[in-house]
């Protein structure tokens, strides 16, 4: 029952990546060409609204559907992982046009080549693991 | 309904976005796409190779159960959901990226000069496509989160080292659009 959940979830959200062109790596060029208000009011107004959704289920203790209390995570405090990384995460989102969420949308469409991205996705997670000890977090 | 063919407004999408982020942590997990791709590294044994990926990956199988249906969500989207796949970025967008050499800008969904099966024999996309894969996979773990991890879920619980992964997500798309992008194309 859980596992059909995760699965429709997922349905649900490669669907709105795929018809939102948000899987669109023309829409990410434009995006930080500033030629387009459209990336920027999706991820503003989902921002707006998770704040919100988040503040309330705070403030009043909102249980999960299985009863469960919602807890969330804080990130780790740190400055250098967050810029470095975010960088070069920066650099591969505008060069492949894609962030991780789409790469699989994008292979549900049946665009092959992006296979390759999701390739390199994963070495890149794989060399990070082998270097993470020797790299300034 | 014949809305549900046409490309989704901003104003649909973000809060559908929301929508999911909110459905994940009502079934007691959180919105993020790329912690996927080390679950992925230690199922093909990266756990002998390196710490980092010695954990209980198995716990971890709900957020593969999202893959899957990402990818069957992009299935239905392109094939039931849409007739014209062409994306109607500004014309100001498609003439700069026709001088870069794009020719498919504004007729497609995917530059065909990247993506096409063509494209895949040609050694400069080819390298293109794993460079960029290499960088995404790379730095999201390296900051602990991407576009879903951090600039949805870290910055909708108000978290300061989402903030700075986001402004370093930006400054590394502009450099790379603005100052490599003339370089490469």
Redo the contacts between chains.
Sequence with gaps: M??L?????????????????????????????F?????????????M???L??QL?KRNNIK???G?P?K????????T?????????????????????P????????????L???????????????L??K?PH | MEWIFEPWPWYVAGPLIALIMFLLIFVGKQFGMSSNLRTMCTMCGADNAADFFNFDWKAQRWNLVVVVGAVIGGFIGAHFLTNDAAVAINPETIATLQDLGFSSAGNAYLPDELFSIDALLNMKSLAILLIGGLLIGFGARYAGGCTSGHAISGLSNLQLPSLIAVIGFFIGGLFMIHVLFPLIF
Excluded: N
Excluded at chain 1, 81 to 101: D, E, K, M, Q, T
């Design positions: 859980r596992t959940s995760y699965l429709f979830i997922g349905i649900f959200f490669g669907i709105v990546m795929y018809k939102s062109e948000a899987a669109s790596w023309f829409r990410i060029y434009e995006m930080f060409q030629q387009s208000f459209h990336m920027y009011g999706i991820i503003g107004s989902a921002l609204l998770g704040v959704g988040v289920i999960s559907f299985f469960e919602i969330f995570v804080p990130k780790d405090k740190g400055f992982r967050y810029i470095v990384g975010g960088i070069i995460f920066g650099l591969g989102w505008a060069l492949a046009g894609s962030c991780p969420g790469i699989y949308t994008l292979i549900g469409a049946g665009y092959v080549s992006i390759v991205v999701l390739l390199g996705a994963i070495l890149g997670t794989f060399i990070y693991g082998l993470q000890k790299l």
